[in-house]
C-alpha cells in the first residue's frame, strides 16, 4: 500500500482481524505486572520477585510464539529494520499517512527493545538473590539502569500508539483488545 498525504479523505476502511487471543493476553497481562512491580510492590517481597519470574516466562512465551504463532505476532512479520523506522519517520515529517497490517516499522524496534530490556530486567533481578552475587553491586545497577529504560520506553511507546492513533484515524488500542486493525479496503496485504 503506498503512503497517502494527510490532507486527503480518510480511505474507506473495514475491520481486520490482526491480534490473536495470545498475543492479546500476553500484552494486557505484561502491562498489568509491569505496573504491578514499577508502581505498588516492594523490591524486597517475594511478591516483586514472583510477579518478575511471570514477566520473564511471559516474555519467553511470546518468543516462542513469535517463532510459530500467527502470521502479524511471528517476527518474521515485523524484522528489525532501522531503515524501515527512517523510512517511516520520514513519512512522518512528510505528512504522508501508511497504515501497516501488523506492526509498523517504529513499532518492531520497540517490541525488540522491550523484549530485550525485560530479559535485562530479569536476569539481574534473579542474580541478586543468588549467593554468588548477593550484595554485589552491579547486577543492582544493571537492574536499575534497566527498569529505568524500560519505563522511559513504556511512555515512549503509549505516547506513540496516542500519537499514531490520531494521525491515523485508527484506534490502534482497540486492536489489543479486539484484535481488528480498522485497514484500508485497498490495502492489498489484507491483513492476511
Not at 492479546?24 to 516483586?48: D, I, K, S
Not at 511471528?74 to 506492526?103: C, K, N, T, W, Y
Not at 525488540?112 to 553491586?137: A, E, H, K, R
Request: hydrophobic share 45%; aromatic share 10%; with cysteine.
Amino acid at each position: 500500500m503506498t503512503a497517502t498525504p494527510l490532507s486527503t479523505p480518510a480511505e474507506p476502511r473495514r475491520d481486520t482481524r490482526i491480534w490473536d487471543p495470545f498475543v492479546r493476553l500476553f500484552h494486557w497481562t505484561l502491562v498489568g505486572c509491569f505496573a504491578a512491580n514499577a508502581l505498588f510492590t516492594n523490591p524486597e517481597h517475594t511478591l516483586h520477585h514472583d510477579i518478575g519470574f511471570t514477566v520473564v516466562g511471559l516474555v519467553l512465551a511470546r518468543v516462542l510464539w513469535g517463532l510459530i504463532g500467527t502470521r502479524h505476532a511471528r517476527f518474521s512479520d515485523f524484522p528489525p529494520s532501522v531503515s524501515g523506522a527512517v523510512e517511516q519517520l520520514s513519512e512522518i515529517v512528510r505528512g504522508r499517512r501508511h497504515v501497516h497490517a501488523g506492526h509498523s516499522p517504529l513499532g518492531a524496534l520497540m517490541i525488540y527493545n522491550l523484549i530485550g530490556t525485560l530479559l535485562v530486567i530479569g536476569f539481574s533481578g534473579w542474580l541478586m538473590t543468588t549467593d554468588t552475587y548477593w550484595g554485589v553491586q552491579w547486577p543492582e545497577d544493571l537492574h536499575k539502569a534497566a527498569v529505568t529504560w524500560a519505563e522511559v520506553s513504556v511512555l515512549a511507546h503509549v505516547a506513540a500508539v496516542f500519537l499514531e492513533s490520531l494521525r491515523l484515524r485508527i484506534n490502534l488500542p482497540r486492536g489489543m483488545i479486539t484484535g481488528y486493525k480498522s485497514l484500508p479496503v485497498n490495502d492489498t496485504d489484507n491483513g492476511r
